[in-house]
């Protein structure tokens, strides 16, 4: 490993069964925005725990000035503790002003106990994230419901931490002209340490049903309005007339109305940019809204006339969710 160079913006690269997270190179992205507003510039830094991956030196194409990869059997597969061991030493070595992290399921797994084996504050969910006047990290979080949008800062300790929901930051651009160094750390100290307490013998994947919200271009969100698993039905299928995927809001995957969670959208869901995007039954609360702000032709139809959806949508229509559906379906099908 290279000599010891304190600061940086460090990127934790998510990699998974020889795949990096896209959510790594939207973090690079950012990252090279951060380091532009910092009073003087720290290296960007990226992160890989894991195994080698082909796409390594793409890190460097989004911005990455120096890739330190982490590679050992024991941390093939994610583990909780092993990996928070691991970065909580390379972290203390090198020292970084800011780690960000995706919110992903690993993301959100990991940052809390690396933050707390690091003694500092992670900013969790964040939508976006800047440099203040005072060289400090703003974390923007919806906050209160979802009503507003809290700024939070950690100015006593070191590093600052944040998570960000893969999507909300927008399209990573690569840099001009990559220039990166990779250095190779050995784990092994640390791994010595590891007690074994969690061990992750299998990776089981889940099949996705239906179209990744992601690659659709038409998406049918419903929300809690919409008032039981029959009605949830007609969304499925004007989805499926339409070629499009089904979304919904948190208290849709309260009810189980939905097969799986990954249907969510939102801050704790996903971030989606669909060229339409047609709303049924749900309010338009920030955290949703933080979800689906991006998208092309917003449509919604809501019976309460002063609902927020409204306020961020093309067309608007007041009436009942149900009704409006049936009939929508009907004309489609020409009959
Ligand atoms: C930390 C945190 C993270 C969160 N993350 C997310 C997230 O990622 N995604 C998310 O969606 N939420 C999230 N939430 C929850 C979020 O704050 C809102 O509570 C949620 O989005 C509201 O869902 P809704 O619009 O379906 O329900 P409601 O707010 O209850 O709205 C229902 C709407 O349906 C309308 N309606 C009722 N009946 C009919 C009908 N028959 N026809 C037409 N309209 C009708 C009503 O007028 C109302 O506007 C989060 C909350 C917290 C605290």
Redesign the pocket.
């Known amino acids: 490993m290279t000599a010891k160079t304190a600061g940086g913006i460090w990127v934790v690269a998510e990699q998974v069964a020889g795949r990096i997270n896209t959510v790594s190179y939207e973090l690079l992205s950012k990252a090279c925005a951060l380091k532009k507003q910092l009073k003087s510039p720290e290296p960007v830094v990226a992160v890989v725990l894991g195994k080698a991956v082909e796409e390594i030196e793409q890190l460097g194409r989004f911005g990455a000035e120096e890739i330190i990869t982490v590679f050992a059997p024991a941390l093939e597969i994610y583990q909780n503790d092993t990996y928070a061991l691991v970065l909580q030493d390379l972290i203390t070595a090198r020292d970084p002003s800011l780690v960000l992290m995706g919110a992903t399921a690993i993301g959100q797994d990991l940052a809390p106990v690396l933050g707390a084996r690091l003694k500092t504050g992670v900013a969790a ?1 964040c939508v976006d994230v800047r440099i203040n006047e005072d060289n400090y990290l703003v974390a923007v979080v ?1 906050a209160f ?2 009503k507003v949008l809290g700024d939070i800062l950690c100015p006593n300790t070191r590093p600052q931490m944040a998570t960000l929901k893969p999507g909300v930051l927008g399209k990573p651009t690569t840099v001009s002209e990559p220039s990166f160094i990779i250095t190779n750390y050995d784990p092994s100290c640390s791994l010595q340490k590891d007690q074994g307490r969690i061990k992750a013998l299998e990776v089981v994947r889940q099949e996705q049903t239906g179209m990744p919200l992601e690659e659709a271009e038409v998406i049918v969100i419903g ?3 919409i ?1 039981s698993q029959e009605n949830w039905t007609l969304l499925e299928e004007l989805a499926s007339l339409l070629g499009g995927a089904v979304g919904c ?4 995957v309260d009810e189980q109305w939905v097969k799986s969670e990954q249907q ?6 996903k971030s989606v940019r669909p060229k339409v995007y047609l709303g ?6 920030t ?2 809204v933080c ?1 689906m702000k991006d998208s092309g032709l917003v449509i919604s ?4 006339a002063a ?1 927020p959806i409204f306020a961020v949508s093309d067309l608007r229509i007041v ?4 009704t409006f559906l049936t009939a929508l379906i009907k004309r489609i099908k020409g009959k």
Request: no cysteine; charged share 15%; aromatic share 6%.
């Open positions: 969910h919806p419901g979802g929300g809690w309005g008032g809001t948190r208290p849709v969510m959208i939102g801050t704790s869901g049924f039954a749900l309010s338009g609360a955290h949703h979800g139809v809501n019976k309460d609902a009436g009942d969710a149900k």
